[in-house]
């Protein structure tokens, strides 16, 4: 069964996810990447492959995407392995066992910056995350990025089709 779930972050902010609930207590919390949502198509397959297994899972969308509330923001892994901690202890208190966590892209390195902080997970898959930083931010958004922001006071980030 597919369940709505709204979860407030520690800015206030609510965290809008879908709770795959398939009855275990055993529950998996599967992050989106960078520009993207709980509706990506790969965590929705993660989410029906573990359904399928007798594992609910929940998938939600950082603060400032999707349907979440808050302002996107470019980089922003602390905030979103902190909202990552808000939901593990969500369900937590709701008597689910939240022992994985599985981010994809952007995802998978709030993944790993959570078990590094939080270290109460005993799994943390990172699927395709970050891994060469070499291009950092000039090399997303253009080495004069600074220089526009100041001028016209934003940005449009767009993705590799363009939109």
Do not use: P
Not at 113 to 125: R, V
Not at 142 to 153: A, P, S, V
């Amino acid at each position: 069964m597919k369940e709505r779930v709204i979860v407030t972050n520690n800015h206030g902010e609510k965290l809008v996810g879908v709770l795959d609930n398939v009855g275990s207590t055993q529950l998996v919390v599967l992050c989106h990447g960078f520009r993207s949502s709980k509706d990506d198509g790969t965590l929705v397959s993660l989410a029906s492959s573990l359904s399928s297994e007798g594992i609910s899972a929940f998938r939600f969308d950082f603060s400032g995407n999707g349907e979440s509330e808050g302002q996107f923001l470019y980089g922003n892994y602390w905030k979103d392995a902190e909202d990552l901690r808000v939901v593990v202890l969500y369900f937590r208190g709701k008597g689910h066992k939240v022992n994985t966590i599985i981010g994809h892209s952007k995802g998978g390195n709030a993944v790993l910056l959570y078990a590094s902080k939080y270290q109460d997970i005993s799994t943390a898959i990172n699927i395709s995350g970050r891994f060469a930083l070499d291009r950092g931010i000039d090399g997303r958004l253009g080495k004069d990025f600074k220089h526009r922001i100041n001028q016209y006071g934003f940005i449009y980030v767009k993705d590799k089709s363009g939109s």
